[in-house]
Structures are given as structure tokens and as C-alpha cells.
């Protein structure tokens, strides 16, 4: 065991002590205080740096996933601080997914170390780089198959998938890029930060008389991340042969058992060939090189720049959890719990 | 003008005459007698064999479409009798649009001259080798890219796209070809005659029940031709990657006002990562030869026995595309009101 850095006096890991029916609440979980755990052989120690937390938590909350009492499961990045794992040196910085901690023991097959990272900020391999990009990339690319100058609608826009979706779709050539979100300050972010060309309060008004009014001659590929009445106003504004990634739908996490009004136009579908296609970004893990030679020139070259709300302390990550629920976000949403260094912040 | 056949003393045309409400009558249809037409320079008189009535075809009885008190057109196969067009002889068989009626007058740019027909019958273009067939060969290979081994389901099994989606499946090595339709007496042609390893009768129980029994390990591809509460046990019984190929709404098409229930099962879709699309045929018109490349072997060969339902004369026309409506028939339904010619007959 090698080590440059004095562990920290005592580690603290999350858990779930109850399951949640409906919207989750801070009850629900405990922050538990423990020594720092020691490295056995083929592990390493990890200081957790940023965590990620995401809406698709709240299914993993349901019996069956999550184990109540024990350590919660989630992306993280980290520093190795201490290696029984000939594969992990310490000072690497890595990628794993025993997140909800702020120190982790790691074994070299659950952990990637991540690439030299001038000019990509630590963080975006949570969000652009993470999980998160890789559902707006896959979703535009090997579901929807956008072609350049096509327009784009998504939903949940200024989301972490959904901010994602517009600026990606935007870099690949996308001729309109067009969202809905749960503000109007969202809607303006949106435009006036992100590059969207048009947005909407999905609060404010008809749903498809919005989508109407933004996308005239309607939309080619939809990126579908609510369900229920927006999937529905989405499906009425799909031309001829669009195409509808549908990756997840946040307004049903809370009540599975409960779904949300199936779209009454769906045979649209049939008339217009539109293809409606669920997809789960597990599928998808062989793409995440091709996601990092699409964006990490754009990241670097500061044509792609993160979109992140950022908490801090481990502390703050349940409240963060329950705020992605709320949409209480823009971008995607983190838990800072320890120093990136300068050089991992660099942009 | 060149002529080796004294024409038929007179001709019928089909009018409709009125816009139905819910399901159409014969009262919303005239048979029109007239002279048989003399063919101007440019168009060739065909005397039709077999006529094509189909599903879609009650689509287009709304306002929009089939113009009232005029002839009406489908799918038709016929023999070139006289000819002021030098792209079509005397003596072609012809495939057409001009159908609904015993004499039609066609140009050249309108009529495909039909292939030597040795091993072929002539009605198969209506059927395996017509917009039935295509249908059937699209969903499966270009939307649902069915692969050997798969398990295949299809409802409205026993009608002409549902018959030959069971055996295109069959010949394109599918490993298990299941099916619904609406009788128990259709549900035993399809096992015994049709090769489909296993249907049930829709009336007869809980639909999502059914499909469990006889696809306990669930579906790869599902070929849906009805909606509602069909594609909602449909969606139930999907496999994970399973793909969905849609192709119509007979339940629909009587009233497009008040569409069936959407499939409250949907985020299934997602879950399960399925594909749901719609296609219409006549975007795929290109892959007509590929379609005759794969049946026309088969047909020949005795491994591909069309399995239509032939009505006699231009009067039946009428009842037949009732019938259709009501899956009165099993197969293609097509309606004779010529004269084959034995050699267009043999198998």
C-alpha cells in the first residue's frame, strides 16, 4: 500500500432507511459516520470529488433495487488516495460508481481512469461525458438518427439530458432546436445561454398549441423525456417520417403503479411513420468513445461549454436529489464533495 | 389500334354515391353501366381479371379522398385487349390502379407489364406479391429487421397482410410465428394451414392472457394491424429490445373521430427499450423487386401457397370490401371478374 494523503478523519456514506410512496423526502434517507475505510488487497481508496445524482434514482428507490440501510449507488468521480490495485496509482483521477459516499473502496475492474484532462473540467464526466451526455448522444444518433438541418424538439430541455440533447443536436447541425421546460426563466436560460432557437413554459398555456406556434412545419426528431400529455402534444407535432427517443419520463418515477394518460393521437403514428422508440442508455455503453470524440474537441475548443448546477457537500446531496425531481435544476445537476484541483477546472 | 378481342357488350364502374357514418353500406355504393371504353392515343383498354379490395380503402370513403358519383380507384390485374400505347400489347397482363370496375383505360405510365407468369398465379400480384405482401415484407425486415430465430406475433393474423406476415416469417426462419384473430374456426386455419405455431380467437378471453400462453417468453416482433387494446397486450408481452412494426387501425378506420384507447402500458416502451413504428407502404415501393426476388422462389416452389378468399363478379365487389371490414374473409380478399386464363392459374 502506497499513500500521499493524510485520510480524512471520518467518511460519511448516505443511505435509504425508507421507501418513498410519491415524492421522496429527506426522511427517507441517513447520513451515516464512519472511519475512512483501508484499502484491503485489489482495491484503492478513492476521495470522491463530485457526485451525480439523477431522476432515473428515484425507480431505484422502489423495492427491489436499491437495499435500505446500506450504501446508495451512483456516478462519482474521484482522486485515488491510497491503492492495493496495481491498476489504480494514487493521484488518478477516476470514474466509478460508488457514489453517495464521499470515499469509496474501489477495485480496478469497477473503476476507469479517466483521460488527461486538460481543457475537459472534471465535473463534465458526469454530465457532457457522463451518463447524461451519452443518453443525448445515443438518443440523437442511434435512435432518432438526426440528420443535419432537421428540427428538434425535447422536452425537460433545461434538464441534464435535455440541455445536453439541444446543444449536441445544435453541434451537429440540426437546423432548429426547440424545448419546453418548467419556467420561464428556464425558457429564457435556454435560448439566451444555451443556443436553443426557440423555448416554451410548459406551465403556460396549451401544450401543443405552444409546440404549434414554435415549430410550424412541425418536428423531425423528438427527444421525449416526460411522457403523459407533453408525449402526446409531441406526437401531434410529428411530420412524416420523425422519429421520437423516448429515454425516460420523469412525471412517472414518483407513481409507477400509476401511469400517466397514454397519448390519445398515437395512431399519428401509423398515419405520419413515425417511429416512437424507448431506449435505455445501459444498451449503449460501446458509444461512449464516440461520445468523447464528438465532444471532447467542442469542450475543448469552448464550443460546448457545461451547463451545470453545482451543490456543495455531501451534505447537500439529498436536497439536490429531491431538487432534480422538482426541476429545481439547470443542467445537469452535481454534488461537489471534495477539491477538483485547479487543473481538473480548467476549461 | 390493333384488337384481338371483341370487347364486352357493356362495362361497370363502382360509384360511391354517399359518405358513411361508422361502417359503410351498399347503399353507399352504385354499380354504373356504360359503354366500354374506346381507347385514345396514349391509353391502352384493359379488361381487369381481379380486383383488390382492402382496409384502407375505408379510409379513403371520408371527405378528401374518393371523390363521390365518380369511378373508384384500387389495386387491379388485367389483360391488354386493344392498345393506342406503344409501352403496353395486346395480350400484357397489367397491374394497375384502376380497379373497382370490369374495363379500364390506362396508360402506359400507369400499368406495370406483369413478368411471365410460369409457377405464379395471376391473383398472387394482389396478394403475396401485391401492396399485401409488401406490407407484410416492409414491417418485417425494414421496420421490425426481424431475425432468425425470433418469435413473430401478428393480429388480425388470418386476414391478407396478417396471413402473410405468418408466412413470410415462416420462410425468413422466424423461430416461433404466433397469431390472434376473430374466430376460433380462423384461429385452427392458421395452425393447421398457415404453419403458425400457435393463435387464439380475440374474443375468446383476455387478449394479454392469451398472448402469455402461447408466448411465455415473450415477443421480438410484433406486427400490428389493429390498436387499442390489442397493441396494449402487445406492448405487455414485448422483450426487451423487441421492435414493433405498425402498419393500420382496421378498428379505426370506421371512426376516425374517436380513436380506441392508447396502450396504458406504454412507458413499457421504454422500460423494455421496444420500438414502436408506424410505416405506410407506399414509402417503400423500392423495395418491390426485393419482395418478388424473396416470394416469387417460394411461390414456385410450393413453399408459399397464396391463401386468398376470391369473390365472383363485378356485383360481389361491393359485399367483398364489407366483408373485408368485418374479417369475413381469410387471406387476401380479391374479387374475380375476368377470365385468368389457365396458365395464369397454374401453381
Not at 488527461?116 to 454530465?127: C, F, Q, T
Not at 454534488?335 to 476549461?347: F, H, K
Amino acid at each position: 500500500m502506497t499513500t500521499n494523503a493524510a485520510p480524512a478523519p471520518y467518511a460519511t456514506t448516505v443511505h435509504q432507511v425508507a421507501r418513498p410512496t410519491g415524492m421522496p423526502t429527506p426522511a427517507d434517507f441517513a447520513f451515516v459516520e464512519h472511519p475512512v475505510p483501508v484499502p484491503e488487497a485489489g482495491t484503492a481508496l478513492v476521495e470522491n470529488v463530485y457526485l451525480s445524482v439523477d431522476p432515473y434514482m428515484r425507480e431505484a428507490m422502489e423495492e427491489g433495487e436499491w437495499e435500505l440501510n446500506a450504501p446508495l449507488e451512483g456516478r462519482a468521480v474521484g482522486r485515488v488516495v491510497a491503492s492495493r490495485d496495481p491498476r489504480l496509482a494514487v493521484g488518478d483521477l477516476v470514474f466509478h460508481r460508488h457514489g453517495w459516499r464521499t470515499h469509496a473502496l474501489v477495485g480496478g475492474d469497477e473503476a476507469r481512469v479517466l483521460p488527461e484532462p486538460a481543457g475537459v473540467p472534471l465535473r463534465a464526466w458526469l454530465s457532457v461525458l457522463g451518463g447524461t451526455g451519452l443518453t443525448a448522444y445515443v438518443g440523437l444518433t442511434r435512435i432518432a438518427r438526426l440528420k443535419p438541418g432537421e428540427t428538434v424538439f425535447v422536452n425537460a430541455a433545461a434538464g441534464g439530458v435535455g440541455s445536453a440533447v439541444g446543444r449536441f443536436a445544435r453541434l451537429m447541425g440540426a437546423g432548429r432546436v426547440l424545448g419546453s421546460t418548467g419556467s420561464a426563466a428556464k425558457a429564457e436560460h435556454l435560448v439566451r445561454d444555451l443556443g436553443f432557437d426557440a423555448a416554451f413554459d410548459h406551465h403556460d398555456g396549451d401544450f401543443a398549441a405552444n409546440l404549434a406556434a414554435i415549430a410550424p412545419d412541425g418536428v423531425d426528431v423528438g427527444f421525449e423525456n416526460v411522457g403523459g400529455a407533453q408525449l402526446e402534444g409531441l406526437v401531434g407535432a410529428m411530420r412524416e417520417g420523425g422519429r421520437i427517443a423516448w429515454c425516460g419520463a420523469v412525471a412517472q418515477y414518483n407513481d409507477p403503479g400509476d401511469p400517466p394518460a397514454a397519448p390519445r393521437n398515437l395512431y399519428d403514428l401509423v398515419h405520419k411513420a413515425v417511429r416512437l422508440e424507448g431506449f435505455l442508455v445501459r444498451h449503449h455503453r460501446d458509444a461512449q468513445a464516440e461520445l468523447e470524440a464528438f465532444a471532447v474537441p467542442h469542450l475543448r475548443e469552448g464550443r460546448l461549454v457545461p451547463d451545470d448546477t453545482v451543490t456543495e457537500g455531501i451534505g447537500s446531496v439529498v436536497d439536490a436529489f429531491l431538487g432534480v425531481l422538482r426541476g429545481a435544476n439547470t443542467g445537469k445537476m452535481i454534488v461537489r464533495v471534495g477539491d477538483p484541483g485547479e487543473q481538473c477546472e480548467a476549461v
